[in-house]
């Protein structure tokens, strides 16, 4: 069994920052890929950040030039660095691992809500 426990979340002014973290647990091993989705009110699930083992990243067209996502492989961590925070950016935010044979693993959630 695997655990994503995430961290970070808050209450922020628009144009300020968060970090969020989220640590692996348990069998780690086969780990691959790590990332972030959000899912706002009313909305589906989207993507907004992931990164490779080697630490390749890709992200989302919303949050490019503000958000950085980076992992330290040693702690199975994976962080989300949110800066120039809108209102729009308000979701609860997810962490994802990816396991062999297309396994996805999700944390509990943190809520992200971004005030104007």
């Known amino acids: 069994q695997v655990q994503l426990v995430e961290s970070g979340g808050g209450l922020v002014q628009a144009g300020g920052s968060l970090r969020l973290s989220c640590a692996a647990s348990?069998?780690?091993?086969?780990?691959?890929?790590m990332g972030w989705y959000r899912q706002a009110p009313g909305k589906q699930r989207e993507l907004v950040a992931t990164?490779?083992?080697?630490?390749?990243?890709n992200y989302a067209d919303s949050v490019k030039g503000r958000f950085g996502i980076s992992r330290d492989n040693a702690k199975n961590t994976v962080y989300l660095q949110m800066n120039s925070l809108k209102p729009e950016d308000t979701a609860v935010y997810y962490c994802?691992?990816?396991?062999?044979?297309?396994?996805?693993?999700w944390g509990q959630g943190t809520q992200v809500t971004v005030s104007s």
């Open positions: 990164i490779s083992t080697g630490g390749s990243t």
């Open positions: 994802n691992a990816a396991r062999p044979f297309n396994v996805q693993l």
């Open positions: 348990g069998d780690t091993i086969c780990i691959s890929a």
